[in-house]
């Protein structure tokens, strides 16, 4: 059975205030640098909500492929600025076609929300297929001894924010389970113009670094470098993975 997106990139009411909610987007500032460090001009991203990214790089004039399973963050992707010159496909890895890119990234711990070890495979395997030889798989994930989701917590997340065209929104997120390394969290969004509440339930997998450089081994990559995060010292590791030639 496919995976349902969870309701923080699906609900359309949620979907459409996700950006001003995230306005600081200075993490994919790293990414932008890495695809010019290597040098790529086809691009596949994976997990591309609402297509900040993808956005980045097609301003760029890089040719990008842009891959979500939520419609509804890809029906706000689509309505932006400049959208046509990106091509988006609601799904997911599993059914992607040979692309021949030459970089694929999952920014913003995507990674993390492929939860089941057959999801997660299954993505390595189409991402593989997807990049041509000689490609590279960039992503985050969180260190899970840093243990990042003892501050989710309503007191510590707790905001007001003001958007344009909405309203006032009041927003929080509480861990709700921990379980192995399983962490799942719920948001909550209460829109001050009708008193709306909207929850979205979400689990994270945290994978030890041995574990995702194992299973990247076992399916044909060769992980050249991780990196420490430069925003977040200490807190993510950066894989880069090649498909050898």
Same mark, same amino acid.
């Given at each position: ?17 996700? #950006? ?11 990414? *932008? ?11 596949? #991203? ?19 492929? +842009?891959? $979500?399973? +939520? ?5 706000? +992707? ?18 992607? %076609? ?12 995507? /990674? ?21 030889? =000689? ?19 309503? /007191?510590?997340?707790?905001?007001? &924010?003001?958007?344009? =065209? ?10 709700? #389970? ?8 719920? =948001? &909550?969004?209460?829109? +001050? ?7 979205? $339930? ?23 470098? *991780? ?6 010292? =200490? ?8 498909? %050898?030639?």
């Amino acid at each position: 059975m496919a995976r349902v997106p969870d309701n923080i990139f699906e609900h359309p009411r949620l979907a459409a205030i996700y #950006d001003a909610l995230e306005a600081d987007r200075s993490d994919l500032d790293v990414y *932008v640098a890495i695809a010019e460090e290597l040098g790529a001009r086809r691009v596949l #991203d994976v997990g591309c909500g609402t297509g900040t990214f993808a956005l980045l790089l097609a301003d760029r004039g890089l040719d990008v492929t +842009a891959l $979500d399973p +939520a419609g509804g963050s890809l029906r706000v +992707a689509r309505a932006k600025a400049g959208s046509e010159r990106v091509h988006w496909i609601h799904g997911d890895a599993k059914s992607l %076609p040979s692309l021949h890119v030459d970089l694929a990234t999952m920014t913003g711990n995507v /990674a993390q929300a492929i939860v089941e070890p057959s999801d997660w495979e299954a993505t390595l395997r189409g991402v593989y297929k997807a990049m041509r030889p =000689g490609g590279h798989l960039v992503f985050e994930t969180r260190v899970p001894a840093r243990r990042a989701w003892q501050e989710w917590n309503r /007191a510590a997340s707790h905001r007001n &924010t003001d958007i344009q =065209g909405v309203g006032a929104v009041e927003s929080w997120v509480e861990v709700i #389970d921990v379980s192995g390394p399983l962490v799942t969290f719920r =948001g &909550t969004w209460v829109f +001050a113009s009708d008193g709306e509440v909207l929850t979205s $339930d979400s689990t994270l997998r945290f994978r030890e670094r041995e574990e995702i450089e194992a299973t990247l081994t076992a399916h044909g990559y060769e992980v050249t470098e *991780v990196r420490d995060a430069p925003d977040r010292p =200490g807190r993510e590791f950066v894989f880069f993975a090649l498909r %050898p030639q």
